[in-house]
């Protein structure tokens, strides 16, 4: 996998969407961060209004639950994709291990890695 897209539903924690992107890398190989805002126009609107080049947002008029979020960009997606959730801030690097790790495990782009 040359390129990594990240999926994060959301739905009202704003606050935790924020610690979640924050704690995210400014690594090359991200390509794109999809943020999938569920029957939340409020937060839609402030991310979207924060949201730089890499940063898609995606507003969900009715509540669908985050299955149906993530599965509504997947078909947008090229390479590599790591589903989130809002409420995580990850680790310094762990992104890059995984993403290394992926590569090494699994070089022919067909695997799961997974954080603990």
Same mark, same amino acid.
């Given at each position: 996998?040359?390129? %990594?897209?990240?999926?994060?539903p959301t739905r *009202? &924690?704003?606050?935790? %969407?924020?610690?979640?992107?924050?704690s995210? $890398? !400014?690594?090359? #190989?991200?390509?794109?961060?999809?943020?999938?805002?569920?029957? +939340? &126009? =409020?937060?839609?609107?402030?991310?979207? !209004?924060?949201?730089?080049?890499?940063? /898609?947002? @995606?507003? @969900?008029?009715?509540h669908?639950?985050?299955? #149906?979020? /993530?599965?509504?960009?997947? $078909? %947008? @997606? =090229?390479?590599?994709? %790591?589903? !989130?959730?809002? +409420?995580i !801030? *990850?680790?310094?690097?762990?992104?890059?291990?995984? *993403?290394? /790790?992926?590569?090494?495990? #699994?070089p022919?782009? =067909?695997?799961?890695?997974?954080? &603990?």
């Amino acid at each position: 996998m040359e390129k %990594l897209t990240i999926v994060i539903p959301t739905r *009202f &924690r704003l606050n935790k %969407l924020i610690r979640c992107l924050d704690s995210l $890398p !400014a690594a090359n #190989f991200i390509e794109r961060i999809y943020i999938v805002c569920d029957g +939340d &126009r =409020d937060t839609y609107e402030k991310i979207k !209004a924060m949201s730089g080049d890499l940063t /898609r947002t @995606v507003y @969900v008029a009715e509540h669908s639950g985050s299955v #149906f979020c /993530r599965n509504l960009v997947t $078909p %947008l @997606v =090229d390479d590599g994709l %790591l589903y !989130a959730v809002d +409420d995580i !801030a *990850f680790e310094p690097e762990s992104i890059e291990i995984a *993403f290394s /790790r992926f590569n090494q495990m #699994f070089p022919d782009d =067909d695997g799961v890695v997974g954080f &603990r």
